[in-house]
């Protein structure tokens, strides 16, 4: 939900010049927006996170590590299944949205720069829409794999954009195709700032590089519904400014964009969210 990118500093311009890749995170959390995407998203996908946590066994007296947790919602949850036996830490680079008092701890962590905080101990390690952002991604995965105790469990669910590009999948009209030509625009400022567009479907192979066993995942991704009405008008007035300053869009086109969606004409949808798992050896 937030990745380990430095955030941007105020009155910064993008580079577009291509003289050398720009790293910053798009999705920025100091954001007011990340906010309201995080709220939506928990909407949108802590069910089939939960279910993944059962699955793995998170239980009463776990100790569960949740890396890049953006808001409170996965932490809160965790804490609540481990109960007062148990233990949980929330990361992040920028730790704001975090409870201090929610019953987990927070630490302010970058998952590439900083070691593995209480290397060798933890039962579960998740991460959920953080490593799509991170240029180092067989780094991340190996300060997570370093985390666990023997028998441990990494589970991280990121998105493939690749695999599923549309924001309509039913392209009727032109709102429909203003949403699609949007999307394609978002698309390419994220892969100018170093996101992996097809990174979901490489999550199996890098779990098991990353020397897990066990390995395992699945797919999912919603279909309308106002989560991803509201999910859509905070990212894309997130990015609005970056898209402007490149010519990936104009002020008439968003506004419209924004316009269909307020008005509940189109059925939003998203790129799926691939779900990976697997078992520290030992």
Not at 22 to 34: F, I, K, P, T
Not at 79 to 106: C, F, K, M, Q, R
């Amino acid at each position: 939900m937030s990745s380990s990118q430095p955030l941007a500093g105020p009155g910064s311009e993008p580079d577009i010049s291509g003289s050398a890749p720009d790293h910053r995170y798009l999705l920025d959390n100091a954001r007011v927006e990340a906010g309201e995407r995080f709220t939506w998203l928990a909407e949108l996908f802590d069910g089939v996170t939960r279910g993944h946590f059962d699955r793995l066994g998170v239980k009463a007296g776990s100790r569960c590590w949740e890396v890049g947790a953006g808001g409170p919602s996965i932490p809160e949850a965790l804490a609540t299944a481990v109960g007062p036996t148990g233990y949980v830490l929330a990361t992040d680079i920028n730790p704001s949205w975090l409870e201090p008092h929610g019953g987990y701890e927070v630490l302010r962590h970058d998952i590439v720069g900083d070691p593995p905080p209480q290397p060798g101990t933890f039962d579960l390690v998740h991460a959920r829409l953080v490593l799509v952002h991170v240029p180092d991604r067989a780094r991340a995965l190996a300060t997570m794999v370093a985390a666990l105790r023997p028998g441990g469990r990494l589970l991280v669910e990121d998105a493939d954009t690749e695999l599923q590009p549309l924001a309509c999948l039913d392209e009727v009209g032109p709102a429909q195709r203003r949403a699609n030509r949007l999307r394609r625009a978002v698309r390419e400022l994220m892969t100018r700032r170093g996101a992996d567009m097809r990174y979901g479907r490489t999550l199996p192979r890098a779990l098991r590089a990353a020397g897990l066993v066990d390995v395992a995942a699945v797919g999912c991704f919603p279909v309308g519904g106002v989560a991803c009405d509201r999910l859509e008008t905070a990212t894309v007035r997130m990015v609005r400014a970056e898209l402007l300053a490149v010519g990936l869009a104009d002020d008439a086109e968003i506004d419209a964009h924004l316009a269909a969606v307020d008005a509940g004409e189109l059925d939003l949808t998203l790129a799926p969210l691939i779900s990976a798992w697997g078992r520290r050896p030992g």
